[in-house]
């Protein structure tokens, strides 16, 4: 695998930034949609500890969002990082191994195996 250049790399990262904002967005308006009509029974919940139906609806909102936002910005910055390790070890692969050691969890990801993979 041929090394990154600088430029390349922050060029793939800011790419890959726009690809994940993006879809964010694209997946936050898709659940705003579903939300008109969810059903809001867990309202009552909401009045009878002080929180307004406006309130309420926003929670609901807020939470989705932020749901999403923290699966995409891991995601991110784990193929980000993954970008960056391949600039510095070109030749390294992500391996999955067997978990020897215990029953939970079955395997094992390296993102970023450099060398003899013979020794794992």
């Given at each position: 695998m041929a090394s990154i250049t600088n430029s390349s790399l922050e060029e793939k990262i800011h790419n890959l930034a726009q690809k994940s904002s993006e879809a964010l967005l694209k997946q936050i308006n898709f659940r705003l949609e579903e939300m008109k009509v969810d059903d809001t029974s867990h309202f009552l919940i909401y009045r009878v500890l002080g929180i307004t139906e406006q309130e309420g609806?926003?929670?609901?909102?807020?939470?989705?969002?932020?749901?999403?936002l923290y699966k995409y910005a891991g995601s991110f910055l784990e193929k980000a990082t993954q970008l960056s390790f391949l600039?510095?070890?070109?030749?390294?692969k992500s391996v999955k191994i067997t978990n020897t050691l215990g029953s939970r969890p079955k395997t094992f990801e390296i993102d970023?195996?450099?060398?003899?993979r013979d020794t794992l």
């Open positions: 609806r926003l929670i609901d909102i807020y939470q989705n969002k932020g749901r999403f600039e510095k070890y070109p030749d390294s970023c195996l450099e060398g003899n």
